[in-house]
């Protein structure tokens, strides 16, 4: 089992940054591939970015270089910088893992989610 927990969302005004971060705690953390997926209201869930064990990258076309994933596997962590920030992007943030290989993009590929952290987006 592995645990999640994200933390750093908030209120900021549109073109705002925020830096969500994800602790995990269980097993091997390494060897987990991370992702962040957001569900806005009334929207299905949708894949944001995710970051392999070795720090290879990618993220979903709507990003388009506002956000960064990256990780620290001494602290158990992922991050997701923010930059940019649009209304659009107001939803539930959560952070998944998953042990499979290549590039998951979809929910049903993640294995463990933790609750969700809140960013709200401002105009």
């Known amino acids: 089992q592995v645990q999640l927990v994200e933390s750093g969302g908030g209120l900021v005004q549109a073109g705002g940054s925020l830096r969500l971060s994800c602790a995990a705690s269980?097993?091997?953390?390494?060897?987990?591939?991370m992702g962040w997926f957001r569900q806005a209201p009334g929207k299905e869930r949708e894949f944001v970015a995710a970051?392999?064990?070795?720090?290879?990258?990618y993220d979903a076309n709507f990003v388009k270089a506002r956000f960064t994933i990256s990780r620290d596997n001494a602290k158990n962590t992922v991050y997701l910088q923010m930059n940019s920030l649009k209304p659009e992007d107001t939803a539930v943030y959560y952070c998944?893992?998953?042990?499979?290989?290549?590039?998951?993009?979809?929910?049903?590929?993640?294995?463990?989610w933790g609750q969700g952290t809140q960013v709200t987006v401002s105009s």
């Open positions: 998944a893992a998953t042990v499979r290989l290549g590039y998951p993009r979809l929910e049903e590929e993640y294995d463990y």
């Open positions: 269980g097993r091997t953390f390494s060897n987990y591939h």
């Open positions: 970051i392999a064990w070795n720090g290879g990258s």
